[in-house]
């Protein structure tokens, strides 16, 4: 199994740029799916990015298409959000998630969660 622990997170004013990072231990060589979910209050869950450990297309919400980067370093096991231009609206607690096998959109299918990092971004 995996565990995964999210870091970078804070208050930011809007306009303003925040990386997030998640660390990877433990079951490490297998390939997933890793994704960045965010939960704002009172919202459901929302897939924000995602990209396989294998390679491939990264996959981005239309509500962050051009301002967030997912990226990964394999060699240090760490998965990266880096967001820029950031809004009042992207306020949300972020999750990075696993999950064996392809890529899905929907947060119900991932399996593994890290225990999440708060973003606060001010007008």
């Known amino acids: 199994q995996v565990q995964l622990v999210e870091s970078g997170g804070g208050p930011v004013q809007a306009g303003g740029s925040l990386t997030l990072s998640c660390a990877a231990s433990g079951n490490t060589y297998r390939t997933y799916c890793m994704a960045w979910v965010r939960q704002a209050p009172g919202k459901e869950r929302e897939t924000v990015a995602t990209i396989a450990t294998d390679g491939g297309p990264a996959y981005y919400a239309d509500s962050v298409k051009g301002r967030f980067t997912i990226s990964q370093d394999n060699a240090k096991n760490t998965l990266y959000l880096q967001m820029n231009s950031l809004k009042p609206e992207d306020t949300a607690m972020y999750y990075c998630?696993?999950?064996?096998?392809?890529?899905?959109?929907?947060?119900?299918?991932?399996?593994?969660w890290g225990q999440g990092t708060q973003v606060t971004v001010s007008s």
């Open positions: 998630a696993a999950k064996g096998g392809f890529c899905a959109l929907a947060p119900r299918w991932y399996n593994i």
